[in-house]
């Protein structure tokens, strides 16, 4: 487990590390939480930056010649905070070894694989419903009308485009139109055509084509100007303006519509939302990169609970009232890790509640 103690202040808060030579060494020690390649850093002598360096580990090892009381400063590229708040896999996996297994302990014997296999496990279901691993994506959307899935893509929370004021407005997915995933290709007598393999070949999809051209406006209710020119000399429509008999809720909006095209793997959107700054909010499922893989502390023990009772759950000869114990204990250390990381705030509810009385106007 990582203690404050092992990385200093001038790590954590300015990302860089401060030498002072002897003359007489060119090899100094870093000390960040994670330590950094060659090409993550910026390494400067007496404030002038320097490439001839390496770093092999923990070892910085500068080719040039130092003098004694020379100035060496190593500066991280990508600065990060907040990682006291989680505790990574490896460490996960090495506090079970030596908690749980070994003699007179819960576990005799199991292979270290196993313990890593159950805790990624572990890790990937939480991440759907305890642990959330959100991540927000902010692209401009193109001509193309459509974005690729991220790469650690699973499922999406929200996506909405920001406005001018920087404002997030919410586009919902619609059901008017759809993403064929065969769009068959056919000949002038409506036969499909296939290829010298025997397989039917695929072209454009003529929905997709079509629903680019769509305008919106035919489905939100929104005005057109003309719409707008009209009301504003008619004193008998103006005393009906907003009104929209038979205009459907669902559709009633003009953010904007998007569908999932699972053909290509992308997001496709109306046309009036070309030139927007789309925000994707997605689920990850925690074990897209290296880095990903830690669990918050507040879920720590539930992690434990869930290697715990899955090891158990798989190995032969183990009493079944054991096996129950701990299936229970981890259905309780999950519910317990929710109920930590779910964040909710008295003075936060609070100021959201006061709106609880507020009368509403037609």
Same mark, same amino acid.
């Given at each position: 487990?990582? !203690?404050i103690?092992?990385?200093?202040e001038?790590?954590?808060?300015?990302?860089?590390?401060t030498?002072?030579a002897?003359?007489?060494t060119?090899?100094?020690?870093?000390t960040?939480?994670?330590?950094p390649?060659?090409?993550?850093v910026r390494?400067y002598?007496n404030?002038?930056e320097?490439?001839?360096?390496?770093i092999s580990?923990?070892t910085l090892t500068i080719s040039?010649?130092?003098s004694?009381n020379?100035?060496?400063?190593v500066e991280?590229l990508?600065?990060?905070?907040?990682s006291?708040q989680y505790t990574?896999?490896?460490d996960?996996?090495?506090?079970?070894m030596?908690a749980?297994?070994?003699?007179?302990?819960?576990?005799?014997h199991v292979a +270290?694989?196993?313990?890593?296999?159950h805790a990624?496990?572990g890790l990937q279901?939480f991440?759907?419903?305890?642990l959330?691993?959100?991540?927000l994506?902010e692209v401009?959307?193109?001509?193309?009308l459509?974005?690729?899935?991220?790469?650690?893509y699973v499922?999406?929370?929200?996506?909405?485009?920001?406005?001018?004021?920087?404002?997030?407005?919410?586009i919902y997915?619609t059901?008017?139109t759809?993403?064929?995933?065969?769009?068959?290709v056919?000949?002038e007598?409506?036969n499909?055509?296939?290829?010298s393999?025997?397989?039917?070949?695929?072209?454009?999809s003529?929905?997709e084509?079509r629903? +680019?051209a769509?305008?919106?406006?035919?489905?939100?209710?929104?005005?057109?100007?003309?719409?707008? !020119?009209y009301?504003?000399?008619n004193d008998?429509?103006?005393s009906d303006?907003g009104?929209?008999?038979?205009?459907?809720?669902e559709?009633?909006?003009i953010?904007g519509?998007?569908t999932i095209?699972e053909r290509?793997?992308?997001?496709?959107?109306s046309?009036d939302l070309?030139?927007?700054v #789309?925000?994707?909010?997605?689920?990850?499922?925690?074990l897209g990169?290296d880095?990903?893989?830690?669990?918050?502390?507040?879920?720590?023990e539930?992690?434990?609970?869930?290697i715990?009772y899955?090891?158990l759950?798989?190995?032969r000869?183990?009493?079944?009232?054991?096996?129950r114990?701990y299936?229970?204990?981890?259905?309780?250390?999950l519910r317990?890790?929710?109920i930590r990381l779910?964040?909710l +705030? #008295?003075?936060?509810?609070?100021q959201?509640m006061?709106n +609880?009385?507020?009368q509403i106007?037609?």
């Amino acid at each position: 487990m990582g !203690l404050i103690g092992t990385v200093t202040e001038e790590n954590y808060y300015n990302g860089s590390q401060t030498f002072i030579a002897d003359g007489s060494t060119s090899t100094f020690t870093l000390t960040f939480e994670t330590l950094p390649t060659a090409s993550q850093v910026r390494v400067y002598v007496n404030n002038s930056e320097i490439t001839t360096f390496s770093i092999s580990g923990a070892t910085l090892t500068i080719s040039s010649t130092l003098s004694a009381n020379d100035v060496i400063k190593v500066e991280l590229l990508d600065k990060t905070f907040g990682s006291y708040q989680y505790t990574s896999i490896k460490d996960i996996v090495d506090n079970f070894m030596i908690a749980y297994v070994g003699d007179g302990k819960l576990i005799d014997h199991v292979a +270290k694989s196993d313990i890593v296999f159950h805790a990624k496990r572990g890790l990937q279901e939480f991440s759907y419903d305890i642990l959330k691993t959100v991540k927000l994506q902010e692209v401009e959307l193109g001509p193309s009308l459509s974005i690729p899935m991220p790469q650690d893509y699973v499922n999406y929370v929200k996506v909405c485009y920001i406005d001018s004021s920087g404002i997030r407005r919410i586009i919902y997915p619609t059901r008017l139109t759809t993403n064929p995933t065969e769009p068959l290709v056919q000949d002038e007598n409506y036969n499909y055509v296939f290829d010298s393999a025997g397989n039917a070949v695929e072209g454009s999809s003529i929905t997709e084509e079509r629903y +680019k051209a769509f305008d919106t406006k035919n489905i939100s209710g929104d005005l057109s100007s003309e719409d707008s !020119l009209y009301l504003s000399t008619n004193d008998y429509l103006r005393s009906d303006f907003g009104q929209r008999y038979g205009a459907t809720p669902e559709t009633t909006q003009i953010n904007g519509f998007f569908t999932i095209n699972e053909r290509t793997g992308s997001f496709s959107f109306s046309s009036d939302l070309s030139g927007k700054v #789309i925000v994707l909010e997605y689920i990850s499922d925690g074990l897209g990169t290296d880095a990903e893989m830690k669990v918050n502390k507040m879920a720590e023990e539930a992690l434990y609970k869930h290697i715990a009772y899955n090891v158990l759950a798989t190995k032969r000869n183990i009493s079944e009232f054991i096996v129950r114990r701990y299936q229970k204990e981890r259905r309780a250390a999950l519910r317990n890790a929710k109920i930590r990381l779910s964040n909710l +705030k #008295i003075s936060e509810l609070s100021q959201v509640m006061r709106n +609880k009385s507020k009368q509403i106007k037609h």
